[in-house]
């Protein structure tokens, strides 16, 4: 099969489109005809760093839609044929590749309906934000919601899922992309490079801080975020701990909620891997339904991918970019 090759860790942006051995699916396994894979930040930084498990040639890639091409021992569920979408695991070879392997109690099946492309656009970042929303805060007593990058992907299904609940939606992102972020669902947009982001989330709030933040740009947008909290508020981070020390105990008592995606493939947790699954189908089913939109803003070759990723580690790509295999 062609595949884009890593050939060492930091090597990213020198991936090649290269012939590798087609792999073969194991007990439990779906061997999966990949026609278009989702671009992620995580893609340069673990092709950045590495990881202990891989052995190089290494294939980037998490997020995957295909055909189900083999069935594994052991797999009941799904037949050749049967269109599928899933979060990959990043330890193992992923799926910037004619072919890819999962397990298939992670995965979903795509509708008629949905495009190859669009589905690829789900997965990392939208399973994210669905976890974050759905899986980690408790919405009933959320009311305000700041999610930060509006703009990127999981601040983008971040905020159409958090719209969906009905919470009032307050989020960041530079002036050209406030009508978008508008579009996705949020009822204001602060300019986090000409705005002072505390000042007018307090504003907005009658000086009470929002119940909840959701972020996924770094540790120091965490911690930045811990001051417009309010009582008894929530944060989900995803890149990157806050520094715990700034809110002293028994003050505003907040509740610290971390997502890591790749933790539940690892684990030996057949319920959390599961989950996947079952968000997976969530997420295609208000796709379907227009619900959501998959924010898919750009559609490359294979061979495009590292000056693609190469954008996205500059934090400024609008939406999402996939990659069309077949």
Request: net charge negative; charged share 25%; proline share 3%.
């Amino acid at each position: 099969m062609k595949a884009l090759l890593l050939k060492d860790k930091g090597l990213w942006k020198d991936m090649k489109v290269e012939e590798m051995a087609t792999p073969a699916p194991g007990k439990g396994e779906l061997l999966v005809e990949v026609h278009a894979a989702g671009l992620n930040p995580v893609d340069y930084k673990t092709g950045t760093n590495g990881n202990p498990n891989w052995t190089y040639p290494h294939i980037l890639g998490l997020d995957v839609a295909g055909v189900v091409a083999e069935v594994g021992e052991g797999v009941t569920d799904w037949k050749k044929g049967d269109r599928v979408l899933y979060h990959g695991d990043l330890t193992r070879k992923g799926g910037y590749a004619e072919y890819a392997l999962i397990t298939a109690h992670t995965a979903s099946k795509i509708p008629d309906s949905i495009s190859f492309e669009d589905a690829a656009a789900l997965p990392t970042a939208g399973y994210t934000a669905y976890q974050a929303i759905h899986r980690k805060l408790p919405l009933e007593q959320v009311d305000t919601i700041l999610i930060h990058g509006g703009a990127g992907g999981v601040g983008g299904f971040g905020v159409q899922l958090a719209k969906l609940a009905g919470k009032t939606v307050i989020s960041t992102a530079s002036s050209h992309n406030h009508e978008y972020v508008k579009s996705l669902g949020a009822d204001f947009v602060i300019d986090y490079r000409e705005e002072n982001v505390k000042e007018k989330v307090m504003e907005i709030t009658g000086g009470r801080g929002v119940d909840a933040v959701v972020d996924a740009v770094s540790r120091q947008s965490a911690t930045e975020a811990l001051d417009m909290l309010a009582y008894m508020g929530h944060i989900v981070y995803i890149a990157g701990a806050p520094d715990f020390t700034v809110v002293k105990p028994f003050t505003k008592v907040v509740s610290y909620h971390e997502i890591a995606l790749a933790a539940a493939h690892q684990s030996n947790d057949v319920k959390a891997q599961k989950d996947f699954s079952v968000i997976g189908d969530r997420m295609l089913e208000l796709l379907a339904e227009g619900k959501i939109d998959a924010m898919l803003k750009e559609v490359i070759g294979l061979e495009e991918v590292p000056e693609a990723l190469s954008r996205l580690s500059e934090r400024h790509v609008k939406g999402k970019i996939v990659a069309k295999i077949k």
